[in-house]
């Protein structure tokens, strides 16, 4: 009875300390090895490596797409895109952990001295009320007023005598960077409450009747809030393209400006390919490259 | 023949206590080394963005824009005084509640009912944070927009949920400590002639006060550490709900407010250069908080028996 005790207790360190071991092992071998054993897999073969993409989760599921249309069409390769946060993924980028960061702001500086990019899909940040709210269309002035605390009641833009309750993102987030950039409103916001992350907005947006907030166009679909209009310009890709709507932004990739290993170099291209900028086409989002 | 068996299978079973002896001294430096790398970790990270703010700056200040284009703000006193406050009135909600529950369940509570109730407090411990936090949004907000105004997302929001998920905690541990009374110093003042609730409050209760004050300990420190379900409900705007001396006016406990833990957990992702460092220097200050309720115990119990502890 005893020794059959120890026998199971035994047993169990045993795989436990094997088990810990292995993964200790494991962690080493993916820092370490990394980067020698899929650089002479490139430069011997022409076929195949893996690539690490990793960043803003506004972004992510477009490179997801990206990412899925080009395995299927290059066999060897194997991409895998991680949804972090556009200021993790610009960290991952730098680090070398990951070999493209995704970013759905403009890169500033501090993140330029190591990083290169191309913008690879342009999409539009909608400004989103209750679908209860009458008010349908704002002026570019209207909304910067409103998100500087200077505009505070609805009844002052033709809606409902009701105090509007303003909703933004965290510091960092890079669809709120981008939305005070183009709103001209940059370091001066005010606002009710943070949302944690694009579905806290829309979720405190759906919840409360007065408020107003901004997300990116692809996430409205199917929520309860509605997309106002900017100057009498509904959010659509050709008024994104063509600048007579001012919440466009980009959608970057950023990578090492002392060069990519071959796969990376490979999915690269074919993003901005035409076969690549149709899959962005295919989600919806604008194309950065008009072909 | 008889003792060179024995000598061999007692020493085949020493071979086996040494190799148990190391790989459970093993076991337990997993969880102690654990502990280190996260200290040096979360210091070595968060000491040196302290002191580029400046100590006092960092625990004073009460305006954080770190993103700020050309003057970036790090003041933390607003987060730490939507964790402090928080924290307080939970507890001392939840710890009143969380005590006579578990004097009742101990002593008052008939055989009949004492199973569900206990299985039902122990589940609400078991329950994963994201759905009290799920429960605050789909429950809480509208309760409070529909009878208070606002929008719901509050610093009573987060005090309700944080009540609610300390209760479990307290109760389940409270209970614990006082059955680890002896009984015979119930039986013993109620035969000098006490009455039951005499006897109760007066002998037991406190013969059980070093396990009730762990009890207490453990839930303030999961009031403090409660991130995903604060994040969910309490608005998270890092800005003062006012000032000690207005406090109770309904207008603070209606204002958003952030707690440290969701400062780290909503901006981490996000951040990078001075403004991450700064959330580890967060983290430094989380870290003592939670160091000092850990003394603080240790302090109040000096002079106690822990009789759960003893048995």
Redesign the interface.
């Known amino acids: 009875m005893f020794k059959k005790a120890i026998k199971t207790v035994l047993g169990f360190a045993a795989t436990a300390t094997l088990g810990l071991a292995l993964v200790a092992c494991g962690g080493n071998n993916d820092s370490d090895t990394t980067p020698t054993t899929t650089a002479p897999t490139n430069e011997s073969g022409s076929a195949g490596g893996t690539v690490i993409v990793a960043g803003s989760t506004t972004v992510a599921p477009v490179a997801q797409a990206l990412a899925d249309a080009f395995m299927a069409a290059h066999s060897g390769y194997t991409v895998e895109v991680q949804s972090m946060g556009t200021g993790a993924g610009m960290t991952a980028a730098i680090e070398g952990v990951a070999d493209i960061g995704l970013a759905s702001r403009n890169l500033n500086a501090d993140e330029l001295v190591t990083l290169d990019y191309q913008t690879f899909a342009i999409d539009g940040i909608v400004v989103i009320t209750h679908e209860s709210n009458p008010v349908s269309n704002l002026t570019y002035e209207q909304i910067r007023n409103i998100f500087l605390g200077n505009i505070t009641n609805w009844s002052e833009v033709g809606g409902n005598n009701a105090s509007i309750i303003v909703i933004s993102r965290e510091s960092g987030s890079g669809a709120r960077g981008s939305f005070e950039y183009l709103a001209n409103v940059v370091d001066d916001v005010m606002y009710d409450l943070i949302g944690q992350g694009s579905n806290g907005v829309l979720t405190s947006v759906e919840a409360n009747a007065n408020a107003i907030g901004y997300v990116t166009y692809g996430l409205v679909a199917g929520r309860r809030v509605s997309a106002v209009s900017v100057d009498g310009t509904p959010f659509s890709g050709a008024a994104a393209a063509n600048g007579s709507y001012p919440f466009a932004i980009g959608f970057h990739m950023a990578f090492q400006q002392s060069g990519v290993n071959a796969a990376t170099q490979t999915f690269l291209d074919w993003a901005m390919s035409s076969a690549g900028q149709a899959v962005v086409a295919a989600e919806e989002y604008v194309p950065a490259v008009s072909n | 023949m008889d003792s060179a068996i024995q000598q061999k299978t007692s020493r085949r079973v020493r071979a086996?206590e040494v190799?148990?002896k190391i790989?459970?001294l093993?076991?337990s430096l997993?969880a102690a080394l654990t502990l280190l790398l996260i200290i040096f970790f979360i210091f070595s990270n968060g000491i040196p963005a302290i002191m580029e703010v400046g100590a006092i700056n960092f625990l004073t200040g009460r305006t954080?824009?770190?993103?700020?284009?050309?003057n970036p703000q790090f003041g933390m006193l607003p987060m730490l005084y939507a964790t402090f406050i928080s924290t307080i009135i939970a507890f001392i909600l939840g710890s009143k509640i969380g005590k006579w529950g578990a004097i009742y369940l101990m002593f008052f509570c008939p055989k009949k009912i004492y199973r569900p109730i206990k299985t039902m407090v122990e589940l609400l411990g078991g329950i994963p944070s994201v759905l009290y936090g799920f429960f605050g949004?789909a429950v809480i907000?509208?309760f409070i927009?529909n009878n208070f105004g606002g929008?719901?997302?509050s610093l009573l929001a987060a005090i309700i949920i944080l009540t609610m998920m300390i209760l479990p905690t307290i109760i389940n541990l409270g209970e614990a400590a006082i059955r680890a009374v002896p009984n015979h110093f119930y039986e013993g003042a109620l035969s000098l002639g006490a009455s039951k609730t005499e006897s109760i409050f007066k002998v037991v209760v406190p013969a059980a006060k070093g396990g009730i004050n762990g009890a207490y300990i453990l839930g303030i420190g999961r009031a403090v550490g409660e991130t995903m379900a604060v994040?969910?409900v309490a608005?998270?705007?890092s800005r003062m709900p006012g000032t000690l001396g207005d406090f109770f006016q309904t207008s603070t406990l209606l204002a958003?407010v952030?707690t440290l833990t969701s400062g780290i957990a909503?901006?981490?992702?996000?951040?990078?250069?001075l403004?991450?460092d700064t959330l580890f220097g967060i983290g430094v200050v989380l870290f003592i908080i939670i160091i000092s309720l850990n003394l603080t115990l240790a302090i109040l119990n000096r002079n106690q028996t822990n009789y759960a502890k003893e048995s």
């Not at chain 2, 954080?64 to 050309?70: D, E, I, N």
């Open positions: 086996i190799t148990t790989l459970f093993v076991c997993v954080w824009t770190p993103t700020h284009s050309t949004v907000l509208p927009r929008t719901g997302n994040i969910m608005g998270n705007v958003p952030r909503m901006e981490m992702s996000y951040a990078s250069g403004h991450r």
